[in-house]
């Protein structure tokens, strides 16, 4: 009896898109002694890419990882691959803010600062904590399901950046670590939306930045801040529901897939903060409206 689709809260799932395919998969050639299969590395490698390089860009990396893993036939029992591979673009984040981090830590006992800097990612991150917890099932079982979803969220969240972008409102945070409490408890607000597949949380937490008036670097570098506690909760959470499920026949797999990631979003952090600085989220928001209406074509065609 096959196992039942139980996705990630943390990711959209890649898992079991066999039992909804036409066609049955398609193996690769075999690594002689190793049992492993070259085609399920290139897969592995391939999403791996697309999750680092989606993660931190307000494109929606649920989004790409669904549509993407149907197309190619991945198979994720569990959803453990996708659980583990999200941990390469957390630590891949945390390991370039590795120095702003140490000094939050080593300056909790005396600096105010720190305990500030501290404070304002607890309260930004608790909304997105609760409100996940109370909506985890529905999100799971529903959403998770819908293409159509993803696809209008992705139109629905490139037009609120077009919005933003020619309405800015008034800037009064250029430095995301001195945004005040009550602004980052709003960016945390907006981090909630995220749990629609499609809308994307640093595209809800950058959005929230720019209309409780950080500049664009400073919403973006926040959103990067704020995705350390909210990923790595989350990826706890999901790590004790899939650990069971790590089986040997998958590490290789996995490890393909981690490294892939933490190498790509390690890659695509800085010159996206670069980018928006200085031409903005526009190109973004036309990505996403323009993928959203061939996702609608596509799948009014029954290609997916």
Request: hydrophobic share 55%; glycine share 10%; aromatic share 12%.
């Amino acid at each position: 009896m096959q196992e039942k689709w139980r996705p990630s809260t943390a990711k959209a799932p890649l898992c079991r898109f066999q039992e909804r395919a036409t066609h049955s998969k398609v193996r690769g050639v075999q690594i002689r002694g190793s049992g492993l299969d070259l085609l399920d590395l290139a897969r592995a490698a391939l999403l791996g890419i697309l999750q680092g390089l989606t993660e931190f860009l307000p494109v929606s990396s649920t989004g790409h990882l669904l549509i993407f893993g149907r197309a190619i036939g991945y198979d994720d029992p569990g959803g453990v691959f996708t659980v583990m591979i999200q941990l390469g673009s957390i630590l891949a984040v945390m390991w370039l803010y590795r120095q702003r981090i140490w000094d939050v830590v080593t300056g909790l006992p005396s600096k105010p600062e720190a305990r500030r800097f501290a404070l304002m990612l607890f309260f930004a991150f608790l909304p997105a904590a609760f409100v996940g917890l109370l909506a985890n099932d529905y999100v799971r079982n529903e959403l998770y399901l819908r293409l159509d979803i993803i696809a209008y969220a992705l139109i629905l969240g490139g037009l609120a950046m077009l919005a933003i972008e020619k309405w800015p409102p008034k800037v009064e945070v250029k430095d995301a670590a001195e945004t005040p409490i009550w602004r980052a408890v709003g960016v945390g607000a907006f981090q909630t939306l995220a749990l629609i597949p499609g809308v994307s949380r640093s595209g809800a937490t950058i959005f929230g930045g720019l209309a409780l008036g950080l500049d664009r670097r400073a919403a973006a570098e926040f959103s990067f801040f704020l995705a350390m506690p909210t990923m790595m909760a989350a990826f706890i959470l999901d790590f004790f529901e899939v650990k069971d499920s790590i089986t040997p026949d998958r590490i290789a797999e996995i490890a393909v897939g981690f490294v892939f990631a933490f190498i790509s979003a390690a890659l695509v952090v800085k010159p996206f903060l670069n980018f928006v600085t200085k031409v903005g989220f526009g190109p973004f928001a036309w990505y996403r409206i323009v993928g959203g209406a061939v996702l609608l074509g596509v799948l009014a065609m029954g290609w997916l």
